[in-house]
């Protein structure tokens, strides 16, 4: 047994690595540039921790997506590793605590998103990091032609600059071969190393049924699946509208969206997981890091925007190796409300600069400032002050963010923090001079530690159920001990931040490529025609359709699919009719008889 198999046992508890994890965990130890092309549910993160853990050094690791950084960082500091996430959500003095950590080697996984590398509180620290290893998740991100390109992600190459000798690992789940080319490009492999696992689930069982009633069809199909599974809609009212639907029907279910409050939202997601409820109907804003491997089925009641989308949702059924269901239902009508994503994806230039201009003013920026500067993100009141519609502000960001003007983060939620600015000396005699705060006091050192050190995440609710008071009453006296310079209080908050990544510009002076404008439209317009010709295409199986999209050639039909059924139905009939026809025949050569007779 092996360094990589041991700490895979004894940090995971698996005896084996799957296919192809270990060829890649091998790879960067050796010092290799390697791109990891992993399944959804194929255990990316392995790729890369097992080496970090198995040598000396810190993981530099960039993902854009928040959320599934922080829960990344939560699993590892469970398991006893010691990891840290850096991201938009947090003050400036918590970002320098724990970059500082970092180079004391108190890390061994700092976690980024690709707009931290550019500050200069990184860069400056970056070289006195003991860093052995830099990961890039979602490393498609990086590729114009990808589904999901994201600039920021371009600046990650400036890193070998600073630290030259260190491998890069790049990894995904989707990507097309023109793809798998660009990521090595851009990230400046010094030689081109790519290491993929077949993207074929075997086990998977892809659908596609034309319906007009889909909610009525997916209550049906619930009655016909067993287990638990996911329903994705693309709209926050489909989620509860068909979620109250089912319920009336005796469906065990919920709707859940990035709308719901952080704790709705981890009850929900929690039940689902615990199976106290079997199906939860969402939007694309759940599932990403979600580890649930008995997922029976996921059905999708609206066209997403991209094969690879589509793949990696999907994917989240039978990550356990057992036969699971992808359903997608299509309808004619779907064709119109394609048209409509597409226009509402892509507002004209005017629209996208009149809203820069009104975001600069939102925030009363004078033009020529701001650079780097994070503000919270409202995107309500925005709009409501603004009379503009929530998608086409969204997606006019959308292309800010593609020029480099500015960068919108996911939506935040970040627990309370507390920090004691005194010492234990100081703090006592404050408690004999203010006696009304002596017993509060005594409640905060008693429920949580290490407050003099560093910023602690503390929870309102839990010291108000404990005092018995409400926790108005408790938020009260953290801001009055902050007032008077006793503690430093960061409340919580929940708010998408943009990141004003140059300064502001006049909208003169801004510029948005009609080329680069119409090439996109173009790319995306493409990528739904190519999931339209998917979802309406009858004569070819699904799964060969989905492996030739990622350049997999030289598969066999999967024999399942509803492509394939129909297939052998046709030709169980035709064997049966020509059999009918040979005896019918033999009969009627050795004497006429009437249809009756036959019959």
Known sequence: MNIYQQILIRYWGYPDFRPVQEDIIKSVAAGHDTLGLLPTGGGKSLTFQVPTLAGDGMCLVITPLIALMKDQVEKLVQKGIKAMAIHSGLSREEIDIGLNNAIYGNYKFLYVSPERLTTDIFRIRLPQMNISLVTVDEAHCISQWGYDFRPSYLKIAELREQIPDIPFLALTATATSRVIDDIQEKLKFREKNVL???????????????????????????????????????????????????????????????????????????????????VIIATKAFGMGIDKPDVRFVIHMDIPDSIESYFQ???????????????????????????????????????????????????????????????????????????????????????????????????????????????????????????????????????????????????????????????????????????????????????PVIIFTEERLDVKSLHISKEHYLDRKKEYTERLDTLLEYASGKNRCRSLYLLAYFGEKGQVKCGQCDVCMQDQELDVNKYEFDKAADITQKLLREKPLSLEELV
């Open 196 to 278: 993929r696992a077949s993207f074929q689930r075997e086990n998977l069982v892809y659908t596609v049924k034309n319906v007009e009633d889909k909610d009525r069809y997916i209550l049906d199909l619930l009655h016909q699946l067993n287990g638990s599974g996911i329903v994705y809609a693309r709209s926050r009212k489909k989620t509860r509208d068909l979620a109250n639907y089912l319920r009336q029907e005796k469906i065990s279910c919920d709707y859940y969206h990035a709308g719901l409050q952080q704790e709705s939202r981890n009850r929900k997601q929690s039940e689902w997981m615990t199976g106290h409820t079997r």
């Open 313 to 495: 949702e999907a994917g989240r059924a039978g990550r356990d190796g057992k036969t699971a269901h992808a359903v997608l239902l299509y309808s004619p009508s779907d064709q119109k409300s394609v048209e409509q994503r597409i226009r509402i994806n892509y507002p004209e230039i005017d629209e996208i600069k009149q809203i820069y201009r009104a975001i600069g003013n939102y925030y009363q920026i004078p033009v020529g400032t701001a650079r780097y500067q994070v503000f919270d993100f409202n995107v309500a009141d925005f709009a409501a002050r603004y009379k503009l519609s929530i998608m086409t502000i969204y997606s006019s960001l959308k292309f800010l963010q593609l020029e480099g003007y500015l960068e919108l983060t996911e939506e935040i939620y970040n627990p309370s923090k507390l920090k004691f600015l005194v010492n234990r000396d100081e703090l006592y005699k404050f408690q004999i001079a203010n006696i009304d705060f002596d017993a509060f006091i005594k409640l905060v050192l008693r429920t949580y530690t290490g407050l003099f050190t560093d910023y602690v995440t503390i929870y309102e609710e839990s010291l108000a159920n404990q005092a018995k008071v409400k926790p108005e009453l408790i938020i009260q006296y953290l801001k009055r001990l902050s007032s008077m310079g006793i503690i430093r209080y960061i409340p919580q908050k929940k708010t």
